[in-house]
Each structure stands twice: as C-alpha cells, then as structure tokens.
C-alpha cells in the first residue's frame, strides 16, 4: 500500500448530510461518511436498494445519488460509465455503487459478476451486516453459521443458520476469481484502512471491490456503542481477515498477532447467545477460523 | 433515400445507427438476435459511434440504459418474450424515472411450453408499465418507428420510454423492400443527442434520483407520469407530421382502410393488420361493407379515434394476438370501454387468433368475418372466439 492517511490528512468537510435516517450506532452509515470523504465530491454514487438507500434520504445533498433498484447497481452504474466515455466525460468523476450484502451477495450477484466481467471501471462497494437488515434482519448469503436472524430462529430443533460453517458466500474470493483488478476487504473498526483502500480502488482502471464488514445492532442485538468495538473484534479473533488482493499477491492488514477467543466476539452480540454454552460448536469455531486464516495466508 | 431489402430486425438496427444512439446494451433472445448482431458489426466497423453494453440479462440491459440516459447519452436495446419478462421490473423503473430510451420488441409468445414464434403477450403484458407502445405491420415502419420515437420520447413534455413492437420472424426475419432514410435525411429530422432538457447525474450539478416518496405524495408522482403518457398523443401526431413533410410517409395513432362505411371493422396491432387488409379488398369487392383499424398506438389508447371509427358500424371484431387467461384477449376491454359511453353501441366481438406464431392466414381472417356477419344479422354469436384453435369439448 502506497502512502498511508493519517487522522489528521482526513478533510473536515462531511459529503454526508446530518439527520440520516440510521439507528444508533449503524455500521454502514459509517462506512459511507469516510468513503464520501476518501472520494470527495467529484464523485456518482449509484445505491442498490437496501438500509442505505432507506436512510440515505437527501442526506447527500452534495453528490450526485441514484437509488436503483435491489439488484441492478453494477448494470446501473455500467450504462452510466460508458454513457460518460461515449460523451467524453469518463475522467471526470469516481464511479461508485454501494450495496449491502443481500444486494451483493444474493439478489445483484449476476448484474455484480456480469459488470465486473465487462471490466467497467467503477468501485464497489458492499457493506456486509450479514443479513437482510433494511426488511428486519433475514437471513442472507453472507449469514455466519450460528447466527439466529428473523428467517433462522433459534427454535427447539433448528438454532440459528445451520448451513456448514465454510460454506458462507465469500465474495471478496469470488471478485478475485474474476481476476478483479483490486480487492480489499476492511471493516468499520479501521475506518484510516477503509480510506485507504478506496483511495487506491479510485486509482485503480478497471473494476475494484471493496468488501466492509459493518455492525449492525438491531439486527445482531449488540449495544450501539459496541459497534466500532465488535468491528475490531472480529478482525482479532480472526473471524473477519483484512487484506488487499492486486495483481494475484494477497497483503494483510490488522493481522492479529495473538488471536482473541471467538467467544470474546460473540458475547457481544444477541443473535449469538444460544450458542455461547455449546463448548462443542465454538470448538468448531475456533478450528474453523483458524483453518481458513492458514488457508487465506497459503 | 435509398430503396434497400431489408428485414425488419435490420430495419431495427438501421433506425438505432440513423438516430445516432450512443449507448446499446442487450442481451441475446430470438427473435431480436439479429438486431443487436447488425449494430455490434456497425459499431465495429466504425460507421456508428456508440458504445455497446453486452449485459449478461435482459434485466441488466434495461438497467443499463436507464443509466447511460441519465447520464445523458441516447440509448436502445431491442428484446423479446422471455427476456422482457425478465426486464418487467425494469420497465417500471424506467418509465418512474422518466427516462427517453427505446426499445424495439420482435414480438413472441411466453413459454411454457416453450415455442419462439410470434404473439403479442410479451408486450402485451407489459402495456401498464408507463411506456409508449407501438406496433408495426412491416420493416418500413419499424424504421420510421423507432426514429420518431426518439423525437417523441426526448421531448421535454413527454420523458418516457417507448417500445416499438414487431412481430418476430413474420416482420424481425422477412426481408422486404424499403426506404431507408440517409443520414442528412434522419440528421435533419432528428436533433443530436443532448441530455440537456431533462435531469442528469452531474457532479457539477448534484441532484438526488430515485428516492422514497411517502404515500400523501406519491398519487401526484403517479398522476404526473400518466398524464404525460396520455398527453403524448399530441407530441406523437406532431412529430408524425414533421416526418410526413420530410419524408412524405403519413402516420397517425391509428390506421383507417375504407372504415368510413363499414358495417364490420375489424381492429388489431401488427402484421395480422395487413393480411385483413387484403381480405377487406376481396370482401369489398363482394360489395360487403368492411374495413379494418389499425392500432399504430396501444399506449396511450387511442379513445379518440377507435370512437370516431366504431361509432357507425354495427359490428367490430376486435383480433386480439394475445390472451388474458381468464378473461378476454387484452386489446378487447380497451375498446369496449372506450366504447361504453356511446349511446348506441356497436355490437363487439372478440377473436383470439396466432398464438405462438400460427399463421394468420386470410382464411382465419375470413372466418373470423363469417362470425362476424352472422352477428350483422342478429345471430347469437361467442363473445370470446378462437377460430385458429381447435376446441376441444
């Protein structure tokens, strides 16, 4: 990574308007406010439907904003990158399209795969909360094993999302499996990383993907000031690894030197609480993380 | 003007490279295939300076170009039957944002079972979504078409989108004489693209699309998109005369053939319109008194004009390519509510005729006369009528 930005290199001037709509403590939001100021206000931002889109209401009056629709962000923002370079005005602006994880991974993974393929050059942006938050927390592609949400309860038989642990939709792997020009993940706990990653995206030719783990408290039932908190959390505990993939070489970030207990994660959190008295699953957790950070360091 | 043989898929690709499109994005279905393949080898060969989207679905391909136009570039793409179902979310979106796209349509039916062959349930279906709505009986005014939709649908009072409806394989794939404007020639008709009259996404101008709007607003949002479809129809004859002083080829919403007369009109959209044409010819010299309606415009209806024809005659045989299961064909209740304030009204009978590409032979258009004499007398006769069909007890 080039030059890295520092707290006091960061601009006072906010692209984000007070008065959003988010809960107290939304991940997301926070997300978008440093990203607004990486860009800056030379920038489209196109919105796959989703808690942004709700709360972004008018909150950004300073950048041009189209709310699309829940799956067609990336198809959106390729009419716009090559309606620009027909007219001449390609170098004019950064191209954005921000979507959640159901818009992401789930409904808008064609229209996303599809434009990426096609080599636009524009940076995505997903903001993963791991489930359906905007229609009240159900259950996506990128639910944890474990996690209960409102379309997996805990019930007497059934306890939260039951797939097999790996087999989680990764799609930071998947964007790298297109031969992306550049992948990153990050996550809200280090907002300097997260600018810096979309600093280097908006340098990038091509299509860039930006995976943010972003807490979510009404639908992990966590504390609005634990947010920030569980975002570093489960980067140490290993749940969540920070890197940046470029020209097929994978750096990290954050990497913890002494990995946390996942318990330390999931105490925090509501929609883990059946799980924390079941020795045998967060054995299985542990094994788990462990398994996949060897295997993202091969 | 040239004199060239082309099909109407060809014809299609002409009008996009003729209106200087500057952003395609589509995605392959028969029948439209060859459309989009003429206007990638134009593209390619440097005689049309446009960008081409190759999206990886129908729906993709109408996101496409709602944001190429508003990001102020001219847009087409073309689809078919299956791929515009796949695009039905997106048509409302397009039409909500207002946006001047075209797309031309080769007609044909939607599986199951699976056939590729013409009706108009495809566009049919998706008559409500806020688009203009052509429909064409040959290659000739699939150009003329889509190049006055342009002029149409970028006019500031108008915002919309409009399809351009041709019937797949009897119009997208048969190849006949027409007159293709030159490029002056279209230049001079059709202004170059430019954005300018309507909203943009514009750093330099930041403006926010496609918010939430709460329930006290969102009847005036409804109301303001209907209206300006309704008002079209003004826009729509305005321009048609232009390009008749240019050009000196007439349309109007509809097409009249010796109706003025006519105890029994018959009234339908696309090529099946010029097969009852030439059976009005046979009839007419049988002394019956006949014609046929033709609907250039489905959306908006033509109230107008469909009541000024009908208003005389005694019988109207309304020949639907399309059914709406349960019920009629759809171009049916259009016609009969327009009719409905009439004090006298004309006895109306409905046909449902070339479903997933039957042939519409002049024999089914005979038969569909022969009912319709019957009820002429007074005979009691089927509202609903498949004559192509067989029936089974």
Known sequence: MTKKTKIKDLTDEEFLH????????????????????????NTIVINSTGCMAVVMQMAVPKIPYFHVLFENGPAVMSGVEQAL?????????????????????????????????RGHDFIYLCYDNESYMNTGGQRSGTTPFGAATSTTPV?????????????????????????????????????LDLIDKVKKAATIRGPSYIHVFSSCPAGWRSEPKDSVKLAKLAVQTGFIVLFEHEDGKRTFQHLPKKRKPVKDYLELQGRFQHLLEDRETIEKMEEFVEKRLEWIQR | MTEEFFTGNRAAAEAAKLSRTQVVAAYPITPQTSAVEYISQFINNGEMKA??????????????????????????????????????EVLYFASGMRVPTVMGIANRTLSMPVNIWADHQDSM??????????????????????????KICENEKVLLPAMVCYDGFIISHVAERMDVLTQEQADM??????????????PKEPLQFGEVVYPDWYPDFEYKKHKALLESRETILEVAREYNELFDRSYGLVEN??????????????????????????????????????????????????????RNAKVVAIIDRDIGYGTTGMLYPDVTRALYPLDERPKCLNFIVGLGGKDVTPETIMNIY???ERALKGEEVDTVNWPDARIYD
Request: aromatic share 6%; glycine share 10%.
């Open chain 1, 18 to 41: 007070y008065g959003s709509l988010s809960c107290a403590g939304c991940g997301a939001i926070l997300a978008f406010r440093h990203v607004l100021k990486a860009l800056g206000e």
């Open chain 1, 85 to 117: 370079d027909i007219l001449g005005k390609r170098d004019d602006a950064n191209l954005l399209v921000v979507a959640g994880d159901g818009g992401t991974a789930d409904i808008g993974m064609g229209s996303l795969s599809g434009a990426v393929e």
């Open chain 1, 155 to 191: 019930g007497s038989v059934i306890k939260g999302e039951n797939r097999p642990m790996e087999m989680r939709k990764d799609v930071p792997e998947i964007m790298i499996a297109h031969n992306t020009p550049y992948v990153a993940t990050a996550s809200i706990g280090y907002p």
């Open chain 2, 51 to 88: 960008n081409m989207i190759r999206v990886e679905s129908e729906h993709s391909a109408m996101s496409a170009c709602v944001g190429a136009s508003l990001a102020g570039a001219r847009t087409f793409t073309a689809s078919s039957s299956q791929g515009l179902q796949l695009m039905s």
């Open chain 2, 125 to 150: 279906v998706n008559r409500d979504s806020g688009w203009i709505q052509f429909y064409c009986a040959n290659a000739q005014e699939v150009l003329d078409n889509i190049i006055q939709a342009y």
């Open chain 2, 189 to 202: 008709f059709l202004p170059e693209p430019n954005g300018s009259n309507r909203p943009l996404l514009d």
């Open chain 2, 257 to 310: 053939y010796l109706t003025e007369d006519a105890d029994i009109v018959f009234m339908g959209l696309g090529s099946l319109t010029s097969t009852t044409h030439w059976v009005v010819n046979e009839l007419r010299e049988k002394r019956e008194k006949v014609g046929v309606l033709k609907l250039r415009v489905y959306r908006p209806f033509p109230d107008k004009e469909v009541i000024e024809t009908c």
């Open chain 2, 370 to 372: 022969k009912i319709s």
